[in-house]
């Protein structure tokens, strides 16, 4: 696999275009930066689970997004781990005891891709986090699933390591749609005896959710 340095580097080193509005010559332009100023928000899974999310996955915002993890633009990391970060502050702030656990890919996501997108925006937020969640079985693509196959196609798909027992976790992940991800992940640290108190994505789908109250479908891990 190549590294995340080695990516970052040939990303800049190679003529590119915004990865947001597509302008000659500047990987992310000043007008498109400036759409990833976190506006922090609470929302609630359909579990109950409370998740803060930083910005609106539409439009530009999710062309950024949707490059840094589709076309391995993994120099777009260090403008979105803002977003990210802020997002995780938030939820640390109602949980200061929490562990960071991120959702893990999909098999099939980290296969395609040759990364975790959610791995290497922790790192560049320079918090400390647990790979305590584990996929426990292969899912199917969640995009082609109505919204009750997908939460068909999540249970159980999950497992958490023991060394989660006795611990608060706040939970991360790239994207909220549904919540059915977290939720998920809400279960297997549960089964392992941890508790889930909080979560916190980089972004949410508008179109789907208001303010603690959602509806809809999520891919899995983000995909």
């Known amino acids: ?12 080193l190679f003529p590119v275009d915004c990865a947001g509005c597509g302008a000659p010559d500047r990987g992310l332009c000043d007008d498109c930066a400036a759409l990833l100023r ?3 928000t609470p929302r609630t899974t359909p579990g109950g689970l409370v998740v803060h999310t930083a910005l609106r996955y539409e439009s530009e915002v999710r062309r ?3 490059t840094f993890k589709e076309e391995g633009r993994t120099d777009l990391a260090r403008h979105l781990s803002w977003p990210f970060g802020e997002a995780i502050r938030a939820g640390l702030a109602e949980h200061p005891e929490a562990l960071i656990v991120p959702v893990p890919a999909s098999r099939a996501g980290y296969r395609r891709r ?13 918090r400390r986090f647990e790979r305590m969640l ?10 082609s699933l109505g ?4 939460a ?45 108190v909080g979560g916190a994505t980089m972004a ?20």
């Open 152 to 196: 068909d196609n999540l249970r159980d798909a999950l497992a958490a390591r023991p060394g989660v027992a006795g611990r608060s976790v706040l939970l991360v992940d790239d994207i909220l749609t549904s919540g059915a991800t977290l939720d998920e992940a809400v279960r297997a640290i549960a089964a392992a005896g941890g508790e889930a």
């Open 134 to 143: 584990v996929p426990a079985r292969t899912t199917a693509v969640q995009k």
């Open 114 to 126: 040759g990364f975790d997108p959610v791995r290497i925006l922790l790192r560049r937020t320079g």
């Open 38 to 40: 976190p506006a922090v």
């Open 204 to 223: 949410f789908t508008p179109r789907l959710h208001r303010s603690r109250d959602m509806t809809g479908t999520e891919d899995y891990g983000g995909d």
């Open 1 to 12: 696999m190549i590294s995340d340095a080695l990516r970052d580097a040939r990303a800049l």
């Open 64 to 66: 950024v997004i949707l």
């Open 147 to 150: 919204r009750l196959e997908r």
